[in-house]
């Protein structure tokens, strides 16, 4: 096997840990092996394992919570197939002259079955049915594991040589297709891995800023560079598993952007391996004009020009005081309003979140076991002051999550500032938990998903930003348009069909989707499933909103990038793939 | 053949079903007003369902956000600044406007609308019938999404008539764009205000104020779910109880927060009344030969009690199946340009979204007409008026029963009493209109009518009274039989059997008539083939992939179908003999009027025509219409008003489709 060779080259000791990436991880589904949501022998939901706050803990209103909104039912399960047939995986494919020719890099590299389909697929939806229950039509031939820059200059420059296709892979959390293998690719595919190059280079505290190599996962670069008490900031929520040269080819962007800014703007120099060469800039500079930004040709390519290798990154000192908070609104007219206030007087939190209704009761679902009888009973009161006394309607009512970041007198003022505005439209505090579970949420969900596909409950959830005045309009039309959709496409039960606001711009706001139904009853549901996100996709587009604020296009959201960015953008930026790689080494078709 | 430029049709062509219609079953709701106290049924509960996402408020609280509203705001900054007026004054200016316009719904006004309404119509009417059905999908409609109410317009009674029914079955009463004539209508008029309705001036073109101002009202109350809206896409009464081609812009306005995906979708509800007879019928009558309408007042209203004391048979209230807006649209019209402006700036409706606009609004159109009701005395005015001076009675009953099967074949929607014989059925509607025909000696006369050469004005302007009253009923007929009627007339002026031929003469009627007429614009061939249909269905012609041929049986059929629609033919005829002659320089409409009344009227009592009914105004505007849209007459705008001049030229070509080939001959029939 491979680890001999990586070992060999002396890299870095939390090298192993990575390599056991795919070990700890489930080959079928979201996140680690150890954390997941059962439901335990008194038929109450339970999240497994140790790493998460929820771990361990006993959920009693989520059985309810899935059969009344969902319609789900423990009685009818259907479990994945427990382990991959390598029998069914498409044969790997390579020629041995390259074979030979990589051999002599002593890059690593495996052509095993496993390790094949493991990065043949990102996260959507269609894609974790087809592991449950399929195999995909075609996937990599080899995945090689280059330790650094140079290595991969060599790979890439052997597949020129030998008229392979390339497909870079970081973190595999993608949800656009922009993983998937073109079917009808007849080149050997050459799946890079990017995790072996994942060491922090060097950091500059004169001018704060860190390089670093690009294969890092979010979760490894904060823990390293706190060591030294540094953070980049940047919070995705999938920044378990993604690496930095995956949010640098999808323009990603992190929970606490409105203290660090999105990727785009923590980046200050990029190293890009191209057919055509290496790209970078000169110098370590916070601007310059020297015509159109060449980062921009690299952030969001997704993968079609080169491979991202290393990247200098701003970095910030950790700040001291971290408070979490909540605010309850009447309704999500209010609570928008209130965000378009906090944005315009530009005093957003590191986070600020706004969920619908429904979503508001999904958090609660969510809740563990109380402790004590006194905490329900806590729990009771404010509920009663809430809807009794303050009259808000439990079924209109909704919640911000905030999060504050900063030295403490700093956080306590800016605290009293929101929370002064959140009043004048008749927000109420509602503690620190409520906010901090808010957040905790983002990460499990994901695990949600796979509970749901147990219980023939399918979901997705996708994003958009939106101009300010379109926020209400286009969160109302698109959760209607689902509704709807699936109606007419037969669905049996309602659909859960809820969004939050998850980011605040001066200009308008991010906007995320969550989309599950019951498919029992449906014989093609991921058929279905796909079209009712298209009419999402279409409405969202019909309302003024993006194609995608930060998801990317991948090959999932191809079909609408003309009309979002014109004929002639669209020419420019294919005549950037000519030049850039004219044979179409990377080749996996994403965005154009 | 020519290639159907069929690519605007899409979801929006005709979706019935040419050969069975299902439609609801009527409800009398004045058998229940006759049983049950008046006052009882005023003073109830009234609780109707309301829109889901409704906000509920004030009606100030709605004119308070409409004056606050970013459009009208914008409006009024634009204004201030290029007029050099201050904000204040012209904002003062659009609180006016509003107070003149907004509704103010008041419980009690509804309720003694209700009391007085129930006396009124059971004394003037010997039933009132709706489909329940239509009311349950209309109720269901009310709590999804936004509604807008586009009742048919025949009378005034029509507003009333549907409050009324809306109150009845414990439903929101809509709130009424009405013309502002109503105004004069003191305690009238504060009543209609205070039972929902608002007033919007007739003509307000050139005033941005107040269009922002209306907009913006109309807009508010639909995107907030307050009450359905009401409007009549006819814009006035029809005159001639034919459908009058559809005005668009109420219909935009409230088709607009779609557009701009304000709602997520917005219910159009076409509803068809019909009138066994109607209120205003000699009104009309008077009206369409120039004796100018009194204008709309309190103390008229009263004078019109005499009318109390009469029968005006029954009404059927068709509410039709609510059409989604959205399911319209979708394929169509699914990126709109607002995504690149705000919102609120007033922008000019692009080309796809005007089209889009006008294909809706003749499709509404065209479901009203489909469920109009037709009375066994709109099949007798038909054969009456093919009759004249007088007719058997036993003839007349044949003839009727025989219409009444050809009616029923090309899909009318006839309501014949299933429990009277055909004898007492017409006997019955000649009781009703005894006004107009009466039973003298076996002998069925339309009063005043001789028919003789030489007669006075004044017989000329009796008879014709008569004749256009008569015809009002009969027009009803001709929205169901428009298409194969036309295609019979093509086939009487061609001559021919070509179908190449007869297609081409078809599209020439349908042109000249589109304002006569509803045709769903853009679609010619599909009319003429559903006129072909029809009359195949009905063995009067035989269609081979050439041919059109007339049936030996078929021949008395054709020749009635295109007697039906001859007075337009020989009035289009006379007008545009008229225009040759007479006219030497520019005219205005005024003058035209006037021309071709005198012109027609000097035919009339020189016996020289029989064609009254050219004297119709109506018909006279059409027409004019008609020669300006073939470029046979020019219209130009002048400093008051527009003036006309004629194009002799193109004058002498279109008259020749008409004077030569209209000969009254036989039909030419297929040997077979």
Not at chain 1, 260 to 270: A, K, Q, T, W
Not at chain 1, 343 to 359: E, I, T, W, Y
Request: charged fraction near 25%.
């Amino acid at each position: 096997m491979i680890w001999a060779t990586a070992l060999e080259e002396g890299c870095h000791p939390t090298l192993l840990l990575n390599y056991c990436m795919q070990e700890i991880l489930k080959w079928n589904g979201w996140g680690y092996n150890d954390s997941k949501f059962i439901f335990n022998k008194k038929g109450q939901a339970e999240f497994t394992g140790k790493r998460y706050r929820l771990s361990g803990m006993v959920l009693p209103v989520l059985k309810e919570w899935m059969e009344k909104t969902l319609g789900a039912s423990l009685e009818h399960k259907i479990t994945s197939r427990a382990f991959l047939n390598t029998s069914d995986v498409p044969p790997s494919i390579v020629n041995e002259e390259f074979l030979q020719d990589l051999r002599a890099t002593k890059i690593s590299y495996s052509q095993e079955a496993e390790d094949r389909v493991f990065r043949a697929h990102g996260h959507c939806l269609h894609e974790i049915f087809v592991l449950r229950e399929g195999m995909f039509k075609r996937i990599p031939d080899i995945v090689v594991w280059p330790g650094c820059h140079d290595d991969v200059v060599k790979i890439v420059e052997l597949a020129c040589k030998h008229n392979l296709c390339i497909i870079p892979f970081g973190g595999g959390t993608s949800v656009s297709s922009a993983l998937e293998c073109p079917a009808d690719e007849r080149r050997t595919i050459v799946s890079l891995d990017t995790s072996q190059m994942n060491r922090i280079l060097w950091v500059d505290e004169k001018n704060l800023t860190a390089h670093i190599e690009a294969g890092i996962v979010g979760q490894d670069l904060e823990r390293q560079l706190g060591e030294s008490g540094y953070c980049t900031g940047h919070e995705p929520d999938s920044m378990e598993f993604s690496s930095l040269g995956g949010w640098v080819a999808t323009r990603a962007s992190g929970m606490k952007k409105n203290s660090y800014g999105n990727i785009e703007d923590l980046v200050v120099h990029i190293k890009m391996v191209t057919p055509r060469g290496v790209i970078e800039k000169s110098c370590q500079v916070p601007r310059m004009s020297t015509g159109p930004d060449i980062h921009h040709f690299i952030m969001g390519s997704e993968g079609t020009l080169g491979v991202v290798t290393e990247v200098t990154i701003k970095i910030r000192p950790i700040p001291e005081y971290k408070k979490y908070g909540s605010v309850v609104f009447p309704n999500f007219e209010r609570g928008v309003a209130c965000l378009r206030e906090i944005a315009k007087q530009r005093c957003a939190p590191a986070s600020v979140r706004l969920v619908d209704n429904a979503q508001f009761q999904f958090g609660h679902a969510l809740k563990p076991q109380v402790a004590s009888i006194f905490t329900s009973f806590l729990d009771g009161l404010k509920k009663f002051y809430i809807t009794k006394f303050k009259g808000f309607d439990p079924n209109e009512l909704c919640v911000a999550t905030l999060l504050f970041e900063g030295d403490r007198e700093k956080v306590l003022q800016h605290e009293k500032q929101v929370y002064d505005i959140a009043a004048k439209f008749r927000g109420l505090a509602a503690g620190e938990d409520n906010g901090q579970r808010g957040y905790m949420l983002t990460f499990v969900i994901a695990y949600l998903r796979d509970l749901g596909l147990d219980y023939y409950v399918i979901g997705e959830s996708f994003e958009t930003s939106v101009p300010w005045d379109r926020v209400i309009d286009l969160c109302r039309n698109v959760k209607e348009r689902i509704v709807r959709e699936c109606k007419e496409k037969g669905v049996q039960f309602a659909p859960l069909s809820t969004c939050r606001v998850t980011q605040t711009y001066d200009a308008g706001a991010c906007v995320y989707f969550y989309f599950a139904f019951n498919y029992r009853g449906i014989s093609d549901p991921v058929h279905v499933y796909e079209q009712i996100e298209r009419a999402a996709r279409e409405e969202i587009l019909a309302n003024g909103g993006s194609l995608s604020h930060h998801h990317g296009v991948g090959k999932l959201r191809k079909q609408w990038m003309k009309e979002s960015i014109s004929d002639v953008g669209l020419g420019m930026l294919k005549s950037v793939k000519e030049y850039v790689d004219p044979n179409n080494i990377f080749g996996n078709r994403n965005l154009l | 053949m020519a290639a159907a430029g069929s690519s605007r049709l899409g979801a929006l062509m005709y979706s019935k079903e040419l050969i069975s219609k299902k439609r609801d079953e009527f409800e009398d709701i004045l058998e229940e007003r006759r049983q049950s106290s008046d006052l009882r049924y005023a003073m109830k509960c009234y609780s109707p369902v309301i829109y889901k996402g409704l906000s509920a408020c004030k009606p100030s609280a709605i004119k308070y956000s409409v004056l606050q509203s970013e459009q009208v705001q914008y409006v009024i900054k634009q204004l201030s600044k290029e007029m050099g007026e201050s904000t204040d004054i012209i904002q003062e200016e659009a609180i006016e406007i509003l107070d003149e316009m907004g509704h103010n719904l008041h419980i009690g006004a509804i309720r003694f609308f209700a009391f007085s309404l129930s006396k009124i119509f059971k004394r003037l009417f010997q039933r009132v019938c709706v489909n329940e059905e239509g009311i349950q999908k209309l109720q269901q409609a009310i709590q999804e999404h936004p509604v807008v109410l586009l009742p048919s317009h025949r009378s005034y009674i029509d507003f009333l008539m549907l409050s009324y029914l809306l109150y009845t079955y414990d439903l929101a009463l809509p709130v009424i764009a009405a013309g502002i004539d109503f105004l004069g209508m003191k305690i009238v008029g504060e009543l209609l205000r205070r039972s929902g309705a608002f007033f919007m001036r007739r003509t307000f073109s050139g005033n941005r104020l107040y269009w922002a101002v209306f907009a913006e009202y109309v807009k508010t109350m639909l995107r907030n779910g307050y009450a359905p809206i009401e409007f009549f896409l006819e814009g006035t009464r029809s005159r001639t109880a034919k459908t009058l081609t559809p005005k668009f812009g109420l219909l935009s306005i409230v088709m607009e927060p779609f557009f701009k995906r304000e709602v997520f979708d917005t219910y159009l509800v076409p509803i068809s009344i019909s009138y066994e007879r109607i209120l205003e019928e000699s009104l009309y009558a008077y009206e369409l030969l120039g004796v100018p309408k009194p204008k709309e007042s309190t103390s008229g209203l009263l004078k019109a009690r005499k009318i109390l004391s009469d029968n005006f048979g029954s009404i059927h209230v068709y509410f039709g199946q609510p059409v989604s807006l959205r399911t319209l649209a979708s394929g169509r019209i699914d990126r709109c340009p607002y995504r690149l402006v705000p919102r609120h700036l007033p922008q000019r409706l692009s080309e796809d979204i005007q089209e889009f606009v006008t294909d809706v609004a003749y499709k509404m159109e065209l479901l009203q007409v489909e469920n109009m009701v037709l009375s066994p005395w709109v099949l007798i005015a038909s054969v009456l008026l093919q009759n004249l001076p007088a007719i058997d009675f036993e003839l007349l009953v044949e003839k009727t029963l025989w219409l009444k099967g050809l009616t029923q074949a090309f899909g009318g929607f006839l309501e014949w009493p299933d429990n009277l014989c055909a004898n007492k059925a017409v006997t019955s509607s000649l009781a009703l209109h005894s006004n107009i025909v009466s039973l003298v000696n076996g002998q069925v006369v339309l009063n005043n009518v001789r028919m003789e050469n030489g007669a006075t004005e004044e017989l000329v302007f009796k008879q014709a009274l008569s004749i256009l009253m008569c015809g009002a009923y009969r027009n009803q007929l001709l929205n169901v039989f428009v298409r194969p009627s036309l295609v019979a007339v093509a086939l009487q002026m061609t001559q021919s059997f070509r179908k190449e031929e007869i297609y081409s003469c078809f599209i020439f009627l349908r042109d000249i008539l589109s304002d006569e007429f509803i045709f769903f614009p853009g679609i010619a061939l599909k009319d003429f083939e559903e006129g072909c249909f029809l009359l195949t269905k009905c063995d009067v012609i035989q269609v081979t992939p050439q041919e059109i041929l007339v049936t030996e049986r078929g021949n008395s059929v054709a020749v009635f179908l295109a007697a039906l629609f001859r007075p337009f033919m020989k009035g289009y005829q006379i007008i545009s003999r008229y225009l040759s002659k007479e006219t030497k320089e520019a005219f205005t409409e005024k003058q035209f009027i006037l021309g071709i009344r005198n012109f027609a009227f000097q035919l009339l009592q020189t016996g020289s025509t029989q064609c009254y009914e050219v004297l119709s105004s109506d018909l006279q505007k059409n027409a004019l219409a008609a020669f300006v849209r073939l470029d046979v007459v020019k219209k130009m705008k002048t400093t008051n008003g527009f003036t006309y001049t004629v194009n002799k030229e193109a004058l002498n070509k279109t008259a020749e489709m008409f004077d030569f080939r209209i000969p009254i001959k036989k039909l030419v029939t297929a040997r077979l």
